[in-house]
């Protein structure tokens, strides 16, 4: 398979570093990428992807654009508010274990639907059906222990959220053996919808 690889291409603190550059410059409207066809094509026989980047569905929120990253350079993997499943966590796996990225970053971001309706559910005690009401379920832990009664209540359990998913991400066995030995960072991070900048939590 085209581009498949066991050696991760960047450290990851060298990953992380692309990303947080590359934030800056959009912060900073100077992006050195964009959607140009011609990228697209040069990357059309293999990748090297330094990070895989997990986020929510937000149509607010291109991940890519967001990092200012070229082609090639990030995965993506995106849910409602990020939710761990099976399939985003074989996605991360397979990124991590065939194509070698050294970094897994979960990016939350301000007033999110998804963890909003989530803590309106905690609340209400009114659990949605459907498939909406395994996202609330998924999330419902990370609201535990904030104040429901906190005007930032939302807010507050995003950054949880947040924190938990990078816990859950540090405590998979698939990737236990690349972050012990060092190949392998998994952080967290937080997009904030009105400035564009994205805090990178510890």
């Excluded at 890519?64 to 761990?84: K, M, N, T, W, Y």
């Excluded at 859950?168 to 012990?180: M, P, S, V, Y």
Aim: glycine share 12%; with cysteine; charged share 20%.
């Amino acid at each position: 398979m085209a581009g498949i690889h066991t050696v991760p291409a960047l450290t990851p603190a060298t990953a992380l570093g692309e990303l947080i550059t590359g934030n800056k410059r959009f912060v900073y409207g100077k992006p050195h990428y964009g959607h140009n066809v011609t990228q697209a094509a040069a990357t059309a026989g293999g990748q090297q992807p330094h990070s895989v980047v997990l986020g929510c569905i937000d149509s607010r929120v291109p991940l890519e654009a967001v990092f200012d990253q070229p082609f090639g350079a990030i995965c993506v993997a995106r849910s409602g508010a990020h939710v761990l499943d099976r399939s985003v966590l074989g996605s991360v796996e397979f990124a991590v274990d065939a194509l070698g990225v050294s970094l897994a970053l979960v990016v939350g971001h301000k007033r999110c639907g998804a963890v909003t309706a989530t803590v309106g559910a905690v609340r209400s005690g009114d659990r949605p059906g459907g498939d909406v009401g395994y996202l609330v379920d998924e999330i419902a832990p990370a609201v535990d222990g904030v104040d429901l009664d906190d005007p930032g209540a939302a807010e507050l359990a995003i950054r949880a959220h947040v924190i938990r998913t990078v816990e859950r991400l540090r405590e998979n066995e698939g990737l236990a053996a690349g972050i012990a030995e060092g190949r392998l960072k998994v952080a967290g991070a937080i997009y904030d919808l009105d400035s564009g900048w994205v805090e990178f939590l510890d």
